[in-house]
Every structure is written in structure tokens, then in C-alpha cells.
């Protein structure tokens, strides 16, 4: 069965170092998205990705943050300069379709990401 | 705002004893309302899709339902392995995003 996947699963850095987390998302799925889950807090929506370009994003999503699909498979979320607040575990999902549709999205395992 | 809750916060209950959990949502539009399992640092793993109220859905010992303001996920005699944190989601309809409720933690207890 198709998943999405993520690297690496556990990353730590130094506040104000830059970070890349990937993901790989489902091969036929159109829609990418990254959401962040504060240890002990909800699940929160970061951005989503359609067509090579951002279509939605959230307060959080600030100029600290970028995405990219650098190839067909591949899509990262990049931190620029880590704040202690980033640490968290973040979330890549897929779905089929977007904005017109119902699709349920399909999320990664996860990578862990501590900020010291 | 939108708003999405879910009680209770935490559950336990012993193997075989069924209950249910709530999602309570206020949303401009709904266009789908999800429910996810996620086990402690994983995932969260998708179980079903309501569309629209008087839906149900079941697998296994879950079964989901949807009204106008909230849904339902009833566990059947639960077994220990049902064990996790159960999250609501809904999907506005002008976004693409979800907008989760904190979850519920269900532990059953052999």
C-alpha cells in the first residue's frame, strides 16, 4: 500500500541553524501539505501545495518558512533560522485532490525536531 | 471562528466495554469531516470520511456517524490493541486545510 514517507525521523540543531525536512509524498497524489504538532498540542496546518506553488497557508507559516518540490517526488519544508518554539514534530500529508473534493489526506510518520 | 472539540479529553475503559467519543464542530461550510488515529509519535493514521449529516461509516469495531454539529465514533468491544489518541478533523469549504480537534485518549485496559 502506498505512504508517504519522511527523513530524517529525529532532528536536532541549534537555534538559529537552518533545517530541511523531506517528504515524499503518495506518487499520484497532487495536493502536499505540512502540519506541526507541539508536543501535547493539536495537530496544526502549515501550508498546502498545488501546482508548483503555495495555495494556502497558515499565521504560522511566516517568512521563516519555505516549501519546495525540487523534483517530481520529492517535497521539503525548509526553516531558515530555528527558534526554540520550532521544536515540534512535523507532519507531511497527500491527498489525490484538493479544493473541489473531498479527498482524505494521508500523512507521514513524521520528523521530530528539536531545537536547542 | 472556526472550532472543532472533542471529549473526553481521556478515556479508559476495561476490554469489551463499548462507548463512544465526540467530535463537536462549528465551521463556515463543512466539506468533510475525517477521523484519525495516531499512535504515540507516529502519524495520524486515517480511519474514515463523513460527508454529510445522517452519514455512518464502520470498520471493525469503530463505527463513525455525523449530524449538523458534531460526530460520533462508537467503539464496539474495544480490545487493547484500540488503544490510542483518536482525532477529529473537519475540511472547510473554501480550504484545503484541516482544522483538528485535540483529540481524544482511549486506553483500554486488558
Known amino acids: 500500500e502506498p505512504e508517504v514517507t519522511q527523513t530524517p525521523s529525529h532532528q536536532v540543531t541549534q537555534m538559529g541553524q537552518e533545517v530541511i525536512l523531506r517528504c515524499v509524498p503518495i506518487?499520484?497524489?497532487?495536493?502536499f501539505y505540512w502540519y506541526r504538532q507541539i508536543l501535547g498540542q493539536k495537530v496544526e496546518f502549515l501550508v498546502s501545495?498545488?501546482?508548483?506553488?503555495?495555495?494556502?497557508k497558515s499565521e504560522i507559516f511566516d517568512d521563516q518558512f519555505s516549501v519546495e518540490r525540487p523534483d517530481g517526488s520529492n517535497f521539503t519544508l525548509k526553516i531558515r533560522s530555528t527558534k526554540l518554539e520550532d521544536s515540534a514534530m512535523y507532519f507531511c500529508?497527500?491527498?489525490?485532490?484538493?479544493?473541489?473534493?473531498?479527498?482524505?489526506?494521508?500523512f507521514g510518520p513524521g520528523t521530530r525536531l528539536t531545537v536547542l | 471562528e472556526d472550532q472543532v472539540t472533542q471529549s473526553p479529553e481521556a478515556l479508559r475503559l476495561q476490554e469489551g466495554e463499548s462507548s463512544s467519543l465526540n467530535c463537536s464542530y462549528t465551521?463556515?461550510?463543512?466539506?468533510?469531516l475525517f477521523w484519525y488515529r495516531q499512535d504515540p509519535g507516529k502519524g495520524p493514521e486515517f480511519l474514515f470520511t463523513?460527508?454529510?449529516a445522517g452519514e455512518e461509516k464502520e470498520k471493525e469495531r469503530l463505527k463513525a456517524t455525523l449530524t449538523k454539529k458534531e460526530s460520533f465514533l462508537h467503539i464496539t468491544a474495544p480490545k487493547p490493541e484500540d488503544s490510542a489518541t483518536y482525532l477529529c478533523?473537519?475540511?472547510?469549504?473554501?480550504?484545503?486545510?484541516?482544522?483538528f480537534g485535540p483529540g481524544t485518549r482511549l486506553s483500554v485496559l486488558p
Open positions: 500529508a497527500s491527498s489525490r485532490q484538493g479544493l473541489r473534493s473531498y479527498n482524505e489526506q494521508f
Open positions: 506518487s499520484n497524489h497532487l495536493y
Open positions: 501545495f498545488y501546482n508548483n506553488e503555495i495555495s494556502e
Open positions: 465551521v463556515s461550510g463543512l466539506r468533510g
Open positions: 463523513l460527508y454529510s
Open positions: 478533523a473537519v475540511r472547510r469549504d473554501y480550504g484545503q486545510n484541516f482544522v
